[in-house]
């Protein structure tokens, strides 16, 4: 299953924290912003979310949906057959 969550942060790995921002995608305590220069599809982040394999799923408005999996962003849009590329709220099983 994975959880979008609305507000925008997420806990991560060792007590950090995963906080989506309008420039990016933070890792707090690591100091580290992902941004389009990383590969994710738009840097106004609205929603994160971590599946049980370890993935990091993250909305975007405008651009999508991205998947982190092994530092490598991977983007699925409306093309894909989401039904839009803003505002998304996901839940696989």
Do not use: Y
């Not at 707090?28 to 106004?44: I, V």
């Not at 909305?59 to 962003?73: A, P, S």
């Amino acid at each position: 299953m994975i959880w979008i969550k609305r507000s925008g942060h997420l806990p991560g790995p060792g007590g950090r924290l995963w906080l989506g921002t309008q420039g990016g995608l933070v890792l707090t305590n690591d100091s580290k912003l992902f941004t389009t220069r990383d590969g994710l599809s738009a840097n106004d982040v609205r929603a994160i979310a971590e599946d049980r394999e370890g993935n990091l799923w993250i909305g975007t408005e405008g651009g999508g949906l991205n998947r982190l999996r092994d530092g490598r962003f991977t983007c699925f849009t409306k093309t894909n057959g989401l039904p839009g590329n803003s505002d998304l709220r996901v839940e696989v099983d």
